[in-house]
């Protein structure tokens, strides 16, 4: 027997309670890579990437299925409380609620009439029907403008970022080098200090 | 058109087939057997049955009304086709008259494009099509009929001049035109026919049938729809010998339950309904499961058919937005609603629409330009040409991040590379950590610019709506 539609969806809404919605991913995560790194927070139902056609940022996002929707809940908290970094350091995923709309398939929400009419220039209204379009289309305009600020951003964050740990590393590696290689015990000798540790 | 190619040249064993009644023999080649009827896949088909010819790589089967039936002395099964043209075939002579969701035009005249001779296997299905025409020699069709039917005609097409004429030659290609109208009733009430048979058909065909009053329609309605399974599985299994390429149906079980569901809708509704109408019965585009969405887009972006319909209700569903474009349009598709992530903005919902053809697409994005097509109260469709993410650029763009110490990274030993999942939980005394904690502000300040931006941008748009609105729209 058919499930009516409003089952359908009563059982698709269930779906979408127990699903996390998480991004910030880097392209080169896999099905696997995301499934093993939630797999200790709880049991992992099913991972379903949600394509980006042309947004021209390039983090990926996916929906992971949970086995129940106290689980996901936790999770999301969790990874609200303390970073979770998959496949590299240091950018922390973000962890959302699902939403329906995130959802590739979705089942229709119970007999809804969509009415559309088409609009000729000769109708009093039209130029505000215009008016809304073009609105439409700047908005579009300014949303992706400021995710290309992001993106600009996050490359600035990263460059630096980057600095700043080759120069720590560099550092270390000093400190290490002249450990090794016994300047250090010389230069405490050569300055009379006490050397701790070493 | 060219004569329809199969790529396998023989009835697999497995479609079952079974000549009919007997003809005469040909005239010039005596070895050559005219057939009235057979049996193919279970169906029935007969002489001047209209029928589905499937010719491989064409999105949409074409439609043909069978004119002669014949063995070779080679024993291949032919059938010869006048065709049935689909308005967007010949658009370019039609010059922007509008015709209806499921209208053809009868070719007529002589020359290319009126018929051809293709192999039996190619048919893939039979096709109610119910003639319209005023000509007096045409029946005409009661309104149940009409419900029933597939497709309607009142026009043909003369493929030597190129013109369209509501009038009707005599002769079509040699056939009677008497065979095109619509068959002549015997009399009996409520005669629900599926196909323009002639009267040939009676005795054979039990289950076309029904003699009686409407009241039993609706267990004649099953019987039709029992057929029109079938043909489903014609087309179905037509599929794996044509292309090597097409791939079996998997979405059939649940197309036959859809399909009953919707027949019995499309009986029920009022015929002079605006809402969105109904998905046409026969949904010829789920015959064959399609290429994967990424591929079909990135085809249809080359070809020039893709377009980006926005200001949408984040709500829709892909087929909704399907029923819209068919109810807009006029023209069958493919569409997907754009999945929101935590990058789009909740206003504006988006939905990817794959057309038949660069025409089309250029068709629409104009339309939807120069007249506004307004969804609900006051969602005005904007259309335009998507600019796609380069495909395959996917693993080599730069994604910002994840940081690597070069020197460590050549220490790695060959197993540390192929260990799977690395997941790290930072303490919160690691430099890692509070890089973590870098990108975390970030993240956040950028979520607030967005809140902001989409609060504006409501505010801007619910002045608009109010004016519209406010002006005495519905």
Redesign the interface.
């Known amino acids: 027997m ?1 499930p009516s539609d409003d089952e359908k969806y009563a059982a698709f809404e269930e779906k979408v309670k127990k699903t996390i ?1 998480i ?2 991913l ?3 995560v896999t099905k ?2 995301l499934e ?2 939630i797999k ?1 927070f709880g049991g992992v139902n099913d991972v379903q990437f ?10 990926c ?1 996916a929906l992971v299925q949970m086995q129940s929707a106290k689980q996901a809940e936790e999770i999301i908290q969790e990874m609200g409380d ?11 995923v ?1 962890a ?1 609620k699902a ?11 119970h007999k809804r ?9 000769t ?4 130029e ?6 073009d ?3 700047k ?2 305009a ?2 992706q403008f ?2 290309e600020q ?2 600009a ?3 600035k ?2 460059d630096q ?2 600095e ?3 120069t ?2 560099k550092k270390y ?1 000093l400190i290490d080098g002249a450990q090794a290689d016994g300047n250090v015990k010389r230069l405490a000798a050569q300055y009379g200090t006490v050397l701790n540790d070493y | 058109m060219s004569t329809l190619e199969e790529e396998n040249a023989t009835v697999s064993g497995d479609i079952e087939f079974r000549w009919g009644r007997k003809g005469r023999v040909g005239k010039k080649n005596p070895n050559i057997q005219y057939y009235e009827s057979f049996t193919y896949d279970g169906v029935d088909y007969f002489l001047y049955d209209s029928v589905y010819l499937w010719s491989g790589d064409q999105y949409l089967p074409h439609i043909g009304k069978v004119i002669k039936i014949y063995e070779t002395p080679r024993l291949k099964k032919m059938v010869k086709v006048v065709w049935y043209l689909r308005p967007t075939e010949v658009q370019k002579w039609l010059k922007g008259d509008h015709h209806l969701n499921n209208e053809l035009l009868l070719a007529s005249g002589e020359g290319n494009g009126l018929s051809n001779f293709n192999p039996l296997e190619t048919i893939c299905g039979k096709c109610n099509v119910v003639c319209q025409s005023k000509d007096e020699r045409n029946p005409k069709v009661s309104m149940e009929e009409l419900k029933l039917s597939d497709f309607v005609f009142y026009q043909t097409f003369d493929v030597e001049t190129c013109r369209l004429s509501e009038k009707f030659p005599d002769k079509i290609a040699g056939v009677e035109v008497g065979h095109f109208f619509n068959p002549k009733t015997k009399g009996n009430h409520g005669v629900i026919r599926k196909s323009n048979s002639s009267s040939m058909c009676d005795t054979d065909n039990s289950s076309t049938i029904v003699s009686g009053v409407p009241a039993s329609s609706s267990c004649e309605n099953h019987h039709s729809m029992k057929s029109k399974f079938q043909e489903f599985e014609v087309g179905n299994k037509k599929s794996i010998e044509a292309d090597s390429q097409s791939i079996m149906l998997k979405k059939r079980p649940k197309l036959l ?1 859809e399909f009953e ?1 919707d027949t019995k809708k499309s009986i029920e509704a009022d015929s002079q309904s ?3 109408k109904k998905r046409p019965k026969l949904d010829t585009s789920v015959w064959f499961k399609k290429l994967p ?2 591929d079909r ?1 990135q085809k249809a972006h080359e070809v020039g058919s893709l377009v980006l319909l ?2 949408l209700y ?7 937005v399907e ?2 474009v068919l ?2 349009f006029n023209i069958k598709v493919n569409a997907k ?7 789009s ?1 909740p ?3 988006q939905a ?1 629409v794959i057309f038949n053809s660069k025409d089309e697409a250029d068709y629409a994005i104009f339309e939807l330009k ?7 109260a ?5 259309g335009s040409r ?4 380069e495909p395959g650029n ?2 080599t ?9 070069d ?1 460590i990274k050549r220490k790695l030993t060959v197993e540390m590379k192929n260990a ?7 303490q919160p005394n690691t ?3 509070e ?6 502000a ?2 956040k300040m ?1 979520e607030l ?2 809140d902001a ?1 989409y609060k504006k ?1 409501a505010e ?2 619910a002045k ?2 109010g ?2 609105k406010g ?1 005495g ?1 519905k």
């Not at chain 1, 303390?82 to 922390?92: K, Y």
């Not at chain 1, 505000?128 to 379009?133: E, G």
Request: aromatic share 10%.
């Open positions: 058919e919605y991004d910030n880097s392209p080169l696997t890579v093993n790194a200790q949600i394509p980006n056609y042309f947004t021209s940022s390039n983090t996002a303390s970073p979770l970094m998959i496949l590299g350091m240091p950018r922390p973000r959302l939403q329906a709309e995130m959802f590739e398939d979705r089942p229709k929400q009439k969509i009415v559309c009419r088409w609009m000729d220039p109708h009093p209204n039209f505000l029907a215009k008016k809304i379009k609105l439409t289309k908005h579009a300014e949303t400021m995710i992001e993106l951003k996050e490359e964050l990263h970022q980057s700043t740990l080759k720590n590393y590696e | 339950q569901v605006i809402m969105l969405w990424e887009i926005e200001n984040h709500s829709f569903t892909s087929s909704e029923e819209i109810d807009a609603m754009i999945q929101w992530s935590a990058y903005s206003h504006n919902g990817l120069t007249r506004c097509l307004v969804i609900g006051a969602r005005v469709v904007v998507p600019s796609l993410k996917h693993n763009s730069k994604y910002f991040g994840h940081i690597t110490i020197a799977v999942s690395t997941s790290h939980h930072s430099i890692a950590f890089m973590a904690m870098e990108w975390w970030q993240q950028w610019c967005r931006l941008q801007e748009i608009l709506k004016r519209l002006s729209k």
